[in-house]
């Protein structure tokens, strides 16, 4: 029976889904972070859990209650939540990178809290995380094998979104790519989102404005079908 209205289209797969923002440290007090809550993130994961998988959150600084039936794995930097996706890449059906991952971080962590010695602040010198779904991309490529059948990633864009967006899409290797309309007090933080859903080998799909679990549930029916 379909108790929740919705097709059990994911029933004993794998889906793993990255969300939050990630948090660079700079000392043991102080980070470099972004505005992502987890709330696009935290609607997949309730969505792919209705929808009967398997799902694993990799967590990044969320405040949020836990999605019921999911396992939480909690991260705090780039560093850290690439471990996590990457210790699940050989068992998942699906990733799903919602996560904003800071593309930088301090070149060094202070081991204790910097002083504010001088007047002059010295500056911050940063340097380039790991780019996760990029990774993902590649090492299903290259290994040819046993891999995520559906890599997705997502994508803020203010300008050419479409272009930019097919660009994104090629360059990481992923099925398919989110990608959200910011402004307009949409994507972070709020409850509604407005994205166009790029593919690899198909036609784009626009969402209109709506709740983040619409969203989700419209990724969602993209993703089951290349999983047959
Ligand atoms: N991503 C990632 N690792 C990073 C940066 C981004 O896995 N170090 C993932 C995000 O989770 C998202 C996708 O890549 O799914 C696109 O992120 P985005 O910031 O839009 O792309 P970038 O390649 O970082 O390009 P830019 O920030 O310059 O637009
Ligand atoms: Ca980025």
Known sequence: AI???????LAGRRVV?????TREALDPVRFLGNRSSGLQGYALARAAVARGAQVTVVSANVTLDDPAGATVVRVESARDMRDAVLAAYGTADVIVMAAAVADFRPAERSGSKIKKTSDEPDPIHLTKNPDILAELGALRRDTGGPGPAVIVGFAAETDDILANGQAKLKRKGCDLLVVNEVGENLAFGTPDNAAVILSADGPAVEVPRGPKDALAHVVLDLVAPRLA
């Open 3 to 9: 108790l929740s209205g919705r097709p059990r289209d």
């Open 17 to 21: 889904v990255s969300a939050g923002g």
